[in-house]
């Protein structure tokens, strides 16, 4: 299954790398991909985030968005969970 996670406001840092531990750490198995950009409160500058598996990679501070606009994209690809369970997830724990 693949869900895409797209929000234009910027995010808090803290709530996004929870959201990201706790949903690796619950479902290490399920998760076989997650890559994208995230748009966060107190940078301009988009972080990019990826994983594969429970790899985890070091996120890294891009210069610039790749096409000048600033939104979350977020893109996961896993198996056993359903794609509204992921965005309900999300918006529970990073945007509330």
């Known amino acids: 299954m693949t869900c895409s996670l797209l929000h234009e406001a910027p995010l808090d840092e803290a709530r996004l790398r929870n959201w990201l531990t706790m949903i690796f750490s619950l479902r290490p198995h399920e998760i ?3 890559k994208g950009f995230a748009r966060l409160s107190h ?3 988009p972080l990019f985030i990826q994983a594969v598996g429970s790899i985890v990679s070091p996120f890294e501070w891009l210069d610039e968005w790749p096409d000048e606009k600033p939104e979350t994209r977020l893109v996961l690809i896993f198996k056993g969970m359903s ?3 992921v965005k309900k997830s999300f918006e529970r724990h990073v945007l509330t």
């Open 32 to 34: 076989l991909r997650l």
């Open 83 to 85: 794609p509204q369970a």
């Open 43 to 45: 940078s301009d500058e």
